[in-house]
């Protein structure tokens, strides 16, 4: 096996066999992000990648999920992608579950047939990182992509029987334009209807603009109680018609949540509530972790 670089995988995948496909992140100027500014963008020779496959069949004798590294390997066309998928089912035929990263631009560069035969040899979970449902958000943190585009991916997605995992940032907007972010964040969700979300809270590290701009006041950001106003008020705004799976439990949060919508919304609106009068409830930043 050989990895280059750091390396990242959704907390979902903690257990699972890290194959690096790509290394780096085609797009990789995200205002908030820090993980892969130490690499230069490439995808990686589809042999080595096969070869990674080979030495890890000799060292593990069950692998039951496979994650594609790094920041968004579907940026590779589907002929090549099918040929990794189709040696992870030649040599791990225990294999549940093929998860990657992938951007809204990788999704819309695919069309529906190509995103549909992913599925069947074997994809079972995209990983998106929307992070806000603002445009405002989105083009001040260099996102890459609109709304609209997103919304576009994550039900293009659902649509090939892939279910879409999609990550939105609590905070990412600092004190100014929060009721924003959580609106069109919540809204967004609702049109979108994902299989699963997964809110984190912002923290940033060195390497990141996001980072300079807070040590220089430049960007404020929220109390603890004022995330959660804000996701407060992201639920109060998601209205889905199809189960989604709701996670902010992540070692960013100040608050662990954990359900489904719509029918646990509002028992987690009454522990987000509960957590906000009582501070006793919420985490000590120095525990507080990407």
Not at 103 to 114: A, C, F, G
Not at 186 to 206: D, H, Q, R
Not at 238 to 264: E, I, M, W
């Amino acid at each position: 096996m050989r990895y280059e670089g750091s390396v990242y995988r959704p907390p979902s995948e903690a257990y699972s066999l890290i194959i690096q496909v790509t290394i780096g992140c085609a797009h990789n100027k995200c205002t908030f992000c820090s993980m892969f500014k130490d690499k230069r963008f490439r995808v990686r020779k589809v042999n080595e990648v096969l070869e990674d496959l080979d030495s890890a069949r000799k060292h593990y004798r069950r692998v039951d999920r496979i994650f594609l590294a790094d920041g968004d390997a579907l940026v590779l066309q589907n002929k090549d992608l099918l040929v990794i998928l189709d040696r992870i089912e030649k040599l791990f035929p225990e294999c549940e579950r093929v998860g990657i990263y992938g951007s809204p631009q990788d999704v819309l560069r695919k069309s529906q047939e190509e995103l549909e035969e992913l599925r069947e040899h074997g994809i079972g979970i995209i990983y998106i990182g929307a992070e806000s449902g603002s445009d405002k958000v989105l083009q001040e943190v260099n996102k890459g992509a609109v709304r609209a585009e997103i919304i576009e991916a994550v039900r293009r997605i659902e649509a090939s029987d892939i279910p879409a995992s999609v990550t939105f940032i609590s905070g990412l907007a600092g004190k100014d334009g929060w009721e924003d972010h959580a609106v069109q964040s919540g809204t967004m969700i609702s049109e979108m209807e994902p299989s699963y979300v997964g809110l984190l809270t912002l923290i940033t590290e060195p390497g990141a603009e996001m980072h300079k701009e807070i040590k220089e006041r430049r960007f404020q950001l929220l109390t603890p109680i004022e995330v959660l106003k804000e996701t407060e008020l992201l639920l109060e705004n998601t209205n889905v018609s199809k189960t989604c799976v709701f996670r902010s439990n992540h070692a960013s949060n100040y608050v662990s949540l954990k359900g489904d919508l719509p029918q646990d919304k509002e028992r987690m609106l009454r522990q987000l509530r509960d957590a906000m009068n009582n501070a006793d409830k919420l985490k000590d930043d120095r525990f507080r972790m990407l």
